[in-house]
């Protein structure tokens, strides 16, 4: 059997024959480079280096705060159309991005480095311990745009403690975990947003179908308990005195 490229060049004629120009780049995918201008490693020198608080690509880099009583962002995409008659338009579509709540795993090819590595005994411990990711921007990929002028918080963080202090706990199979959490916002016309929200851990893809049905049941009256209990705060909020005593 012909291996390919001898079945290639039997049907692709060599660019040099079918074109005449002089214009033309021969390898689309060959990068030249002068001499004085090929990458060493030992020979570059940083003249600047400058850290990031955070890193953010594609619709993440647009995308719009979560709209009241929501958690997700949102982010518009708008594409310019033009007709050979002169005439021009757009078509824009808003789209919801997805939040940390989504994610089920990460892919281990994401993973470049850790430091200390898994099983060390002898890491030195003046070290910062740390994970290095294939992209920069994921511990914010998955995080809800701030309001203006307010830092973006990561989804994901590298928590370090001492091992007497920690014990695993791995869920059994059949299992569910629940955690539920109130967060207070600060909003710039002066009043406090306070948001309620329930994240739940299965052990396995059973368990996860078996909770979603049950959750098809429960969440309409969850969520109305949620709603009476965020009026009840609210009312007791209101209804407080101020730092001035009224």
């Not at 090929?38 to 955070?54: D, G, P, R, W």
């Not at 430091?115 to 311990?129: D, H, I, K, N």
Request: proline fraction near 8%.
């Amino acid at each position: 059997m012909a291996d390919i490229e001898t079945v290639v060049k039997g049907v692709v004629a060599p660019l040099t024959t079918t074109i005449t120009s002089t214009r033309v780049v021969r390898d689309a995918w060959k990068l030249a480079l002068r001499p004085e201008d090929e990458y060493i490693e030992s020979q570059v020198a940083l003249e600047k280096l400058e850290f990031a608080t955070s890193a953010l690509g594609g619709l993440g880099a647009a995308a719009a705060p979560p709209a009241a009583g929501s958690v997700r962002s949102t982010s518009t995409v708008t594409v310019p159309l033009a007709d050979s008659a002169g005439g021009s338009d757009s078509a824009a579509l808003t789209v919801t991005l997805y939040g940390s709540g989504d994610v089920r795993g990460l892919d281990r090819a994401q993973i470049i480095r850790r430091y200390p590595t898994p099983g060390s005994t002898t890491a030195e411990e003046t070290v910062l311990a740390h994970v290095e990711f294939d992209r920069p921007e994921l511990p914010w990929a998955f995080s809800p745009a701030p309001q203006p002028g307010q830092p973006i918080k990561p989804w994901l963080a590298l928590i370090v403690v001492p091992r007497m202090l920690v014990e695993w706990e791995p869920a059994a199979a059949g299992t569910a975990k629940a955690a539920w959490n109130f967060t207070v916002k600060p909003c710039a016309d002066g009043t406090t947003e306070l948001r309620t929200e329930t994240r739940v851990l299965c052990a396995d893809a059973a368990t996860r179908r078996r909770f979603r049905t049950y959750w098809t049941l429960v969440a309409p009256f969850s969520g109305l308990i949620r709603r009476e209990m965020l009026a009840a705060f609210r009312s007791a909020a209101e209804s407080a005195p101020d730092a001035s005593g009224h």
